[in-house]
């Protein structure tokens, strides 16, 4: 008769799970969000950027946290497609912005759709 030696517990693992109040490890990205609120970047962007011009708009903000308003900035004119992955962020982007809105469903009128004639 052999006698088996219990196999030790695992640790329990957490998957992530956010919606069950699991908030560690977290990831760089996740580290980043929680560094500032997005509501307080809306504001800057009224109450500072607005005033003092595209130079004074933080990396942090342009690169990160504009983007969760769906605010990214345009390529400059000139530089094609193929050589965006070589040229760096700064040589890329203008001081002119793109600004992204979705449309669940894509439920829109064709005057709702029509671009302005201004």
Same mark, same amino acid.
């Not at 469903?105 to 759709?113: D, S, V, Y």
């Given at each position: ?60 903000? @342009? %690169?990160? =946290?504009?983007?969760?308003?769906? !605010?990214? +900035?345009?390529? #400059?004119?000139?530089?094609? *497609? ?16 793109? @600004? %992204?809105? =979705?449309?669940?469903?894509?439920? !829109?009128? +064709?005057?709702? #759709?029509?671009?302005?004639? *201004?």
């Amino acid at each position: 008769m052999t006698t088996t030696t219990p196999r030790p517990a695992r640790p329990a693992q957490t998957h992530g799970q956010w919606a069950l109040g699991d908030r560690t490890p977290l990831n760089g990205n996740e580290r980043f969000k929680q560094e500032d609120d997005a509501l307080n970047v809306r504001a800057r962007i009224e109450q500072v950027y607005s005033r003092d011009g595209f130079a004074s708009i933080s990396s942090d903000d @342009l %690169r990160g =946290r504009f983007r969760w308003w769906g !605010l990214y +900035t345009q390529r #400059r004119p000139g530089i094609d *497609g193929g050589r965006t992955a070589s040229s760096s962020r700064t040589r890329l982007e203008d001081e002119f912005f793109m @600004l %992204r809105v =979705r449309v669940d469903g894509g439920a !829109l009128t +064709t005057e709702q #759709r029509a671009p302005s004639g *201004g």
